[in-house]
């Protein structure tokens, strides 16, 4: 069963920064092919994806987040990072590690992120 645990979240100033981490357990990531994001859900709002990789490396970023956020991963290909650069106010949200393997979903249960003014 594959298991995503995030870490890394927290209350931060406009301006700062903070890095997400999600650790998968329960497969071997680095022998499929896979995608691997962070989602976000404002209150009431639907959820959005911020960031995405690919098992061959390629990544895709929501507008609102690029040139502030970057996504990476360690070599095994099992945790992913969300450095978050300069972050505003409407950056406040609960952020979701996502996984698809296998044409499976996995959700992990999500960090709080939130930016003051």
């Known amino acids: 069963q594959v298991q995503l645990v995030e870490s890394g979240g927290g209350l931060v100033q406009a301006g700062g920064s903070l890095r997400l981490s999600c650790g998968a357990s329960?497969?071997?990531?680095?022998?499929?092919?896979?995608?691997m994001a962070w989602y976000r859900q404002a209150p009431g709002k639907q959820r959005e994806l911020v960031a995405g990789?690919?098992?061959?490396?390629?990544?895709n970023y929501a507008d609102s987040v690029k040139g502030r956020f970057t996504l990476s991963r360690n070599n095994a290909g099992n945790t992913v990072y969300l450095q978050m650069n300069s972050l505003k106010p409407e950056d406040t949200a609960v952020y979701y590690c996502?996984?698809?393997?296998?044409?499976?979903?996995?959700w992990g249960q999500g960090t709080q992120v939130t930016v003051s003014s």
């Open positions: 329960g497969f071997t990531f680095s022998s499929y092919d896979y995608y």
């Open positions: 996502y996984a698809n393997l296998l044409s499976n979903n996995y």
């Open positions: 990789i690919f098992s061959s490396g390629s990544t």
